[in-house]
């Protein structure tokens, strides 16, 4: 009998752990069928509500339910390598706990693994009930992933994903600090099949995922699979060489053959504040790939488990 691992991260889920472990259940016949036996991992990513009395709760009914509580809260990058990290399974599914990720999915999904699919991936087709701004920008960044990285990084990819225990190996091998799973998907290739639905609203709980934590989330995507910006940064500095060159070219005509003097105090201050800027700017963008590689030298551990069973 294989064994299905069934990934779950989730920080302060007090409201919904009970309730997806009761959805998982309803596949519990499609288990049978299949000679399937599951375990859950749910991943507490030091969580302050009761999420933590819940899911032992879970676990003196069912041995199948397992949890990995953090230390403090580590982000859900971590919570995931930590998931794949503790899976037994010969398959590895991720989900997150507010029932986004309909459980019902989980038939079709393995129907393609027995097809030869190495992973079987899903995303959204519409962001109904999303605010319409964070909508506008998620689509924006998965354009420009497109166009500046070569990794595939799907738009309205979800981690609602089934592995076969080959990718989750693959991606166990990946032990960087600063995590992007989508673009850890891509990377390590494989043969992905990709399932389409509609979007699914929370119905209990709220998103711990602000406006400014996801923009955050993106800049980690685009400097973890994307040297674009440093190219930019260095054309950016040759642009304006060039542009001071014949900015001089043109003061040096000018004084020597109709006499004129040069520009007053107001221009050259704002000249130099813009190229102090540009300046800035282009040193923020070195500072943040440097602060990167700083915290991989320093290897740290991606997550400290203060508990487990």
């Given at each position: 009998?294989k ?13 919904t752990?009970?309730?997806f472990?009761?959805?998982i ?25 009761k999420t ?10 069912d ?17 995931m390598?930590?998931?794949f ?15 986004q990720?309909p ?44 166009r500046?990285?070569?990794?595939e990084?799907?738009?309205?990819a ?6 076969t225990r080959?990718v989750?190996?693959?991606i166990l091998?990946i ?8 673009g850890?998907y ?14 699914i ?7 711990k995922?602000?406006?400014?934590k ?10 973890a ?7 930019f940064a260095?054309?950016l ?25 040069t ?10 504040c ?9 040193m ?8 990167k ?10 997550y400290?488990?203060r508990?487990?069973?």
């Amino acid at each position: 009998m294989k064994l299905l691992s069934v990934v779950v991260p989730c920080y302060n889920e007090e409201e919904t752990v009970a309730d997806f472990y009761t959805e998982i259940l309803k596949n519990e016949l499609f288990f049978k069928e299949k000679d399937l036996d599951f375990e859950i991992i749910y991943i507490d990513d030091g969580s302050k509500d009761k999420t933590v009395e819940q899911i032992k709760r879970l676990h003196k009914a069912d041995g199948r339910v397992h949890m990995v509580s953090f230390s403090r809260n580590f982000g859900k990058e971590a919570a995931m390598y930590a998931g794949f990290k503790h899976a037994k399974g010969d398959y590895v599914v991720t989900m997150d706990a507010d029932l986004q990720d309909p459980p019902s999915l989980l038939p079709e999904m393995f129907s393609y693994i027995e097809k030869g699919y190495d992973s079987v991936a899903t995303r959204r087709v519409s962001r109904k009930g999303e605010p319409p701004v964070r909508s506008f920008f998620a689509r924006l960044f998965y354009r420009l992933m497109r166009r500046i990285s070569k990794t595939e990084i799907v738009d309205g990819a979800r981690d609602y994903r089934l592995m076969t225990r080959q990718v989750v190996n693959a991606i166990l091998s990946i032990k960087e600090y600063n995590r992007f799973t989508k673009g850890i998907y891509g990377w390590v290739g494989f043969q992905t099949k990709w399932l389409e639905f509609e979007n699914i609203e929370r119905k209990k709980g709220e998103t711990k995922w602000s406006f400014w934590k996801l923009f955050a989330y993106s800049l980690e995507g685009i400097m973890a699979f994307s040297t674009a910006p440093l190219a930019f940064a260095s054309i950016l500095g040759i642009l304006f060489c060039v542009l001071a060159f014949f900015m001089i070219i043109v003061i040096i005509v000018k004084t020597l053959v109709f006499g004129d003097p040069t520009s007053g105090w107001p221009s050259m201050i704002c000249i130099l504040c813009l190229i102090s800027g540009v300046q800035l700017f282009c040193m923020g963008i070195i500072g943040q790939y440097l602060s990167k590689a700083y915290m991989e030298v320093k290897e740290r551990p991606i997550y400290i488990c203060r508990e487990e069973f």
